[in-house]
């Protein structure tokens, strides 16, 4: 069942690089990462990569493979023709450390940008009540394994570099939405600053994000697109606000 | 190598090394009391090997069955870990875990909820009751999430306070350390490199907490991911400290077994908990046969019953593939060396012929998807075939359970996987998420009191020569060894000598394979440059894998009995004499060494928490006779 795969490996850093051409043996149901190491192991003993799980859970070998943002561990070597060569390179959107290795720096800053979670005052440890369909809307967005494919796909910085000081990004829209929707949170204005301080209005909705998402997080449809919306009430209707935080709040406590 | 003037060095109180939830808890609680903290890991802020732990966190908090309370649970833990448990550890677990799950909701972590909106409480195998708060079967990494989450939470606090985030808590991610540094016998602080450009890091401090996980990758099918290469395990030891009972490993019951590539991921037990049964290829559905004597009572010997308890727990027993995991993983090994396993050589595991196929993504999302991508087995209509991976290492650096102060180190401590003595003999599902945030919070704290109470303790430029050097020596090889074939060699010794059933004469063969391997590994060249090179990398992991292979199976080769996850097929049965010893690995620089030592005996007050009979199983007579420790 084995077979022979040609392969184009990007190598090198920030300042020089290319792709070299690799043939190595695959086996049935091998995925990408598999045969990455192979070639680790048998050719190129210093090809940096990254990953950890390899179970599609730590979002951390994250690539472009044939130009598409994905996880290595997650692609079946079998879904390409066999007579295909497979070209592997780093994600785009981000500087180059060396071969498939990037710097995503950029998201832990942004991550630190978002105002965490305010609880409401008083409320003591093994106190909340919460039902679970109120909590499911952000568990989806807690699904997110921080894989950055939604932020490396999106064109708004995938294109245009100028734009990463302004711009969060899917993955920080959507943990702004999780908190946003979170029945504890007290934050006041978090869909208006996601508008004027996190770039949430440059956004154009091509779900660019959503289709490459490994959980299927319905980014654009389900986090992206209501803030959009909410951002137009709410700017008209503070009393609407703070009527949604003190229903949620008399259930909680 | 690097020369003083530029290496890159760093004072804080404490390091702590490992940035799971284990080493973000203590960060979190050595933070808060006042200390400064560098948490320092091998890869990304994030992706610890926490977020693959699936099935829930295991605390008593009787949300769903309100007879649970922490005695029950200290009682579960020590029966699955066949008694073996430093029972004060097990206690504080027991005690605690609440609290630990109570607190990560206010820092916002989303449970699932009961219909009274409280966090739910899922079954698992060995817990008497409903107990594991859960999020779907993705709970490790809503853990992990909310953790990340609360140091980012305090540093945006020191941002506002003091205009920088990083003042008094820093993530140094993606470095390697290499070597904890002593001065005058205590700990001085930590030496490693960073990986993205191979230039060494010092960190000065009186302080270390190692919370680096698990050794899974030193066997050849295992659950866990690249980092858990027994790092902390190997840097206590040649810092003088001590690992307890390395012979016990746990072997998940349920790991993937086709295609190869995904040979050993874990396929959690949240699916038996949630009505899954195990059949071998004959259709039978086998664990009826393999109930031990001890759990006679609490596992129903026939369908009908086990069946009934998913509707009605108080009056039916559990269905016996909720057995602890020791029990399941030796059944499944049986039944497919007896010929009766499935063509891939594992047996079946079914949830469709037990819920709807909505039900089963809406639970088991992950597995669903899982099996779908990468074995093109859709769940909701088919058997998944499993069989037993290399999962939890309940050995590990022996501690003080209040203080998780690491025994004969001073500035030392240790957490989660990589200690050892809670978990005994063998883990119950569900207990590594809470002994995490448990022994995490308390090494924190125990560091923040030892630091209180001892200055900075300046790292020698001796010392630091050493250490740099060690680091270079690979390149300074060249023609040597591959890194990359001694460490597939030591998996397949370990696999077939030191894995699931063992044997006086395989573990003899498999030490001085070992042995052999440590010597070929001081002539290892690495190729390219210090930039992000993984064969580098795997040089110092191996090493690490090496000390962690021959001490378990030293330790495996003195203890003749078989207990939880240790099998001697030359010596079967579980004996009450072996329960009164822990072994202790210590290294002498050149090789490991075990001895015995005495386990803490039971106290009064938990011995008389069980039934004298339920104990007679498991101690002497004359164990029973004194009725635990004054």
């Given at each position: 069942m084995a077979r022979t795969l040609k392969l184009r490996i990007w190598r090198g850093d920030d300042k020089t690089g290319g792709l070299q051409d690799v043939t190595v043996e695959a086996n049935h149901g091998e995925v990408v990462l598999d045969i990455i190491h192979r070639v680790q192991a048998t050719?190129?003993?210093?090809l940096a990569v990254r990953w950890n799980c390899?179970?599609?859970?730590?979002?951390?070998?994250?690539m472009e493979i044939n130009g598409k943002p994905r996880l290595a561990c997650m692609t079946?070597?079998?879904?390409?023709?066999?007579d295909e060569t497979i070209t592997i390179t780093p994600l785009r959107a981000f500087p180059v450390i060396k071969d498939l290795v990037t710097d995503v720096s950029f998201n832990f800053k942004k991550a630190m940008e978002i105002p965490s979670l305010q609880m409401p005052e008083g409320l003591k440890p093994g106190e909340p009540r919460m039902q679970q369909v109120d909590v499911e809307r952000s568990q989806e967005f807690r699904?997110?394994?921080?894989?950055f494919l939604c932020q490396n796909t999106c064109h708004v910085i995938r294109d245009h570099e100028e734009n990463k000081k302004s711009f969060a990004g899917p993955r920080f829209f959507i943990r702004i939405a999780e908190l946003d929707m979170h029945p504890l949170d007290m934050l006041r204005n978090r869909k208006k600053t996601a508008q004027?301080?996190?770039?949430?209005?440059?956004?154009?909705?091509?779900?660019c994000c959503t289709e490459v998402c490994p959980e299927h997080i319905k980014i654009t449809d389900n986090a992206i697109i209501p803030m959009k919306e909410r951002v137009a009430d709410e700017k008209y209707d503070p009393i609407r606000w703070l009527g949604s935080k003190i229903r949620r709040r008399e259930e909680v406590l | 190598m690097s020369s003083s003037q530029t290496l890159e060095k760093h004072k804080y109180d404490v390091v702590i090394i490992g940035a799971g939830g284990a080493g973000l808890r203590a960060a979190v609680e050595a933070r808060e009391a006042g200390l400064s903290v560098a948490i320092v890991c091998k890869?990304?802020?994030?992706?610890?090997?926490?977020?693959?732990?699936?099935?829930g966190a295991a605390a008593s908090?009787?949300?769903?069955?309100?007879?649970?309370?922490w005695m029950v649970h200290f009682r579960d833990t020590m029966r699955g870990g066949k008694f073996l448990n430093h029972y004060r550890m097990a206690e504080l677990h027991a005690k605690e875990a609440p609290d630990r799950i109570w607190e990560l909701e206010m820092w916002g972590a989303l449970f699932d909820r009961t219909q009274e909106g409280k966090i739910s409480q899922r079954n698992f195998g060995g817990?008497?009751?409903?107990?594991l708060a859960h999020v779907g079967d993705r709970t490790g990494l809503e853990l992990i999430r909310t953790m990340q989450q609360r140091i980012v939470a305090l540093q945006q606090q020191d941002a506002k306070e003091?205009?920088?985030?990083?003042?008094?808590m820093k993530v140094f991610a993606e470095v390697t350390i290499t070597e904890i540094l002593k001065e005058n016998g205590k700990v001085s602080g930590a030496y490693g490199y960073r990986r993205e450009t191979g230039s060494e890091v010092l960190f000065e401090a009186p302080a270390v907490v190692i919370a680096?996980?698990?050794?899974?990758?030193?066997?050849?099918?295992?659950?866990?991911?690249?980092?858990?290469?027994g790092d902390g395990h190997a840097l206590a030891l040649k810092a003088g400290a001590n690992l307890v009972d390395m012979e016990f490993l746990q072997?998940?019951?349920?790991?993937?077994?086709?295609?190869l590539s995904v040979k050993g991921i874990l396929v959690t037990e949240s699916v038996r908990g949630e009505g899954g049964i195990l059949t071998n290829s004959l259709g039978?559905?086998?664990?009826?046969?393999?109930?031990p004597d001890v759990f006679k009572d609490k596992y129903a010997d026939n369908e009908a019953e086990a069946d009934r308890w998913y509707l009605d727990q108080d009056n039916n027993r559990r269905p016996p593939?909720?057995?602890p995991r020791d029990e399941v993983a030796r059944a499944i090994n049986s039944e497919v060396k007896a010929g009766?396993?499935?063509?891939?050589?594992g047996v079946f595991l079914d949830v469709s012929k037990r819920l709807s196929a909505e039900v089963i993504k809406k639970r088991l999302p992950s597995m669903w998807h899982q099996f779908y991508e990468l074995?093109?087995?859709?769940i909701t209509k088919e058997p998944m075939e499993v069989g037993p991976t290399c999962?939890?290492?309940?050995?590990g650096v022996e501690v003080e359970?209040?203080?998780?102060a690491a025994v004969g180190v001073d500035g030392l401590f240790a957490a989660g996987e990589?200690?050892?003595?809670?978990?005994?003999s063998n883990r119950l599902g569900g207990n590594s998420l809470t002994d995490l945030l448990v022994f995490g919070r308390r090494a924190g704290k125990g560091a923040a009191e030892y630091v209180k109470g001892h200055g900075a303790n300046p790292v020698s430029e001796s010392a630091i020569e050493k250490a740099s050097a060690k680091i270079e020596a690979p390149f300074t090889?060249?023609?040597?060894?591959?890194a990359y074939t001694l460490h597939q060699e030591l998996q397949e010794i370990t696999h077939n000598l030191v894995g699931i059933i063992r044997t006086g004469a395989e573990l003899t063969e498999a030490i001085a394979k070992i042995a052999d391997i440590r010597k070929r590994s001081a002539n290892i060249s690495v190729t390219?440059?210090?930039?992000?090179n993984p064969g580098f990398h795997l040089a110092f992991d191996l090493d690490n894998m090496l000390l962690v292979a021959e001490s378990t199976a030293k330790s495996a080769l003195l203890r003749e009995e078989s207990r939880g996850g240790h099998t001697r097929d030359d010596f079967p049965g579980m004996n009450s004499t072996w329960r009164q010893v822990n072994h202790i690995a210590s290294f002498d620089g050149d090789k490991v060494n075990i001895k015995a030592q005495a386990l803490p005996a039971l106290p009064k007050e938990l011995f008389d928490l069980f039934d004298v009979h339920e104990l007679e199983k498991y101690m002497t007579s004359e164990e029973i006779a004194k009725g635990g420790s004054k």
């Open positions: 050719q190129m003993g210093d390899k179970a599609g859970k730590c979002g951390s070998c994250s079946q070597v079998a879904a390409y023709p066999e699904k997110c394994i921080e894989c004027e301080e996190h770039g949430l209005g440059l956004c154009n909705i091509t779900k | 890869s990304l802020f994030g992706k610890a090997h926490t977020v693959m732990a699936e099935g908090m009787g949300n769903v069955n309100d007879n649970d309370n817990h008497e009751y409903p107990r003091f205009g920088d985030a990083e003042k008094n680096t996980g698990g050794v899974g990758k030193t066997f050849k099918i295992t659950s866990n991911s690249w980092e858990g290469t072997f998940h019951p349920t790991g993937m077994v086709w295609p039978e559905r086998f664990m009826f046969k393999y109930i593939e909720l057995l009766r396993g499935t063509e891939h050589g074995a093109g087995v859709d999962h939890y290492v309940m050995g359970p209040d203080s998780a990589v200690a050892g003595g809670m978990h005994g090889r060249t023609g040597g060894e591959n390219g440059d210090r930039k992000f």
